[in-house]
């Protein structure tokens, strides 16, 4: 955690952004898995963290943007609890930590909160992503729980991301030691995998890197032979010479900060021609999108330099046709790429995700896309210095949508259908790396990890040796 | 997963046990982290599972006691989401594999429960141990929150908890591959310790282990030098020559069932000569504990003479005084044994504790105490064949409780307080194993692992030569 100063300058803008009534974040509750208290890894909210600084389960922050007054309310533990605890720091020496001074037990919240009510004061809470938190705040403040869940505070909402949007120097400290970690895990992965072996394997080799590091996952571990699906989550496949794996990991560290990365390796020592030619063609379109960071630009842009650098290639290998801008334009290059070039990353990997994409990622004058491909671009804004993102070009090819858009003869004149049927097995290939925009363009964060043809497969040799 | 034929007899005689009305199974949902599609990995319901076999979220089981019809609805993917999760068996599919040939949208699931209950039926669910199971509930019945949670059949718990008490020879094989992920678990905890090492780097080998078996933690990892601390996931500390390391962990397989156990080993290659001594105590009791196993025993009384054991091992190292039987009687022998001797194990690692402990771990004849120590005793009643049971007796010195009972010079007459202050730093120890309980006594489920300070010595100076 950072100074006590910076939680306080912290508290003392959003109260002034949010200008009055009670804010009250909520923290985490501890979350069941299959029973009551056998409980998932205890996960704070990022906005508790980032204003509170406790990661203690069941709190709740109240800060009073007429007063000035902040506090948290909780339960300190009894010695029945600490028989299978062990001693414990209490809530109150933790809240002073970020300076704030008046603790409570949450039997007072209630009254708190429907005591302002009834003196007509604002009561602003953010959208809740866990139902607990609904529950909790309806019944806090007698509003109903479809009330709770459309009452969210676009006033608390925007002042928190118009701060933790800019990442400062502290930080990025931070954040680099999260992609470090995530960095380790990935080099792991290339260094481990053998024919033979199931993804599950790979899989718990990056698991144990980062906690052994001390960290947890940021998101569940991508570990594929089948690249194609976005978010594939099973790992009950073999993986074999000629196979690829697309890995996509990353880590948090106990402070709250995220890493995010994928890579994509061939199982043999070397990619096939066919592998090489489209994870150049990734590549390409990554290196074009990591060149046109800086302050200034709309990542929506960004996005869009890379899908027509990726159809230059996918036109050269012979699965495009036509001229490469207007594929873009016409929409064409989704066939390959269904998704959006990254997004902001900070203490959750999609940073704010829980706030809303619409505010998060767009702006009063860019608004989200509806468009399939589009849709699906988390971060189009202007990018600003101090912004975290990831750059995550792909190519995708999802025999289902093959014979779906073929089906419908959708973007002939762009796709050459034919050829597309020889690669149905192909696969899928992403390349992400984590940027911080500076002043003129954009850093790199965490230890680079191999990502050239050649430096990823002088590891896999490496590795197949060993 | 069984045979249809299993899933079928399970809810014929589910339906006729609780007689009549709709009983309604909530599948359990993606659970978020730090925000909506974050997700922690997926755990179905262990009653939906057991009842229903299909691992999908967001689905909601209706068996109706009266027409015998049985329903599965849930919503299947579109195109969009097989883009994001490749092609996927439909509900409808998974459905019939487990004999229920009728599904339907969620959407249809209110009305169908509102007009069963317009026609005066009686709706049947479990207490719900996520809150959105709550709201759901709630707005599919109009009933308010406090009505829902208040609202647990009986009929419907009593009649699942009498089916999965009892694991019949199918359910053994799994929990058999679940015991033996666990003990591959612990042995790589012991082979892979070293001095210097953080106790998160062993925590990481043992969840390493159970992922690349394809399976999950069945509950989190406890992984400390500081046993004493009964749940204890501080992974933050360096062992070093001297210590003790309590590893309780297990594995739950994909079918759903669990695994649990605890070793406690050595840093150095040897115990000392006073962590010896209590080592072999709790190893005794350990022993006698599962001697005394067999139909018609309570478990209460198998505690009891787990607990006399301890309080004789106690009295000869000179740290209890007195008659055994009457301290335990006493309930003295709780400064070093506050909890219970052990716990149900099946699909969940405390099996059925969302079903409540009244139900599962006692009787009617039966009730659980309310004294220190045996209200911690999850499991008090009679053990029947087909019964799975951990059995984990423990030592555990914690200097607030010393602190606190000194103060008060409570159980001085069987407390040796000037001995103890020597065993302030001392930890803790437990030996847990799981069995199943036979017509004529009890078997070991799972590969055995080194119990004996002999055989534990061997391993690790065979670790540390390494």
Redesign the interface.
Known sequence: MFSKDTYIRRRNRLRKDVGNGLIVLLG?EE???????????F?Q??SFLYFGAVALPSLTAIFDCDSGEDMILGDELT?DD??????QPSIASLAAQSGITKTAPSSQIETLLKNAISAGRHIHFIPP????H??KL??WTGKS?DEIRSGESIALIKAIISQRNIKTSEEIVELHKAVDLTSAMHLAAMQYAKPGM?E??I???V????????GQLS??VIMTK?G?????????NTIQEGDMILCDTGAEIPSGYAGDMTRTFPVSAQFSETQRELYQTVLNAHEVAISALKPGIRYKDVHLLACVELAKGLTEVGLMKGNPEEAVAAGAHTMFF?CGLGHMMG????D???LGEPLVGYSDTLKKSTEFGLKSLRLGKELEAGFVITVEPGIYI?P??ID?WKAENKYAEFLNYDKLESYKSFGGIRIEEDFVITENGADLLGKPVAKTVKDVEEIRKEALQS
């Open positions: 985490n979350s069941s898995i299959n029973f009551k208290d056998n409980w998932y890894h996960r909210d990022s010695i600490i028989v299978w605890t062990g001693p992503y866990r139902e607990e609904v529950t309806s019944a729980i199931k599950a394997e899989a718990a080799r698991n144990q890197v980062a906690l052994a590091g001390e998101f569940p089948n194609q699906v976005l978010h594939n989550h099973y790992h009950g269904q203490m959750d990997v999609h704010m995700e829980n999802i289902e949508l779906q």
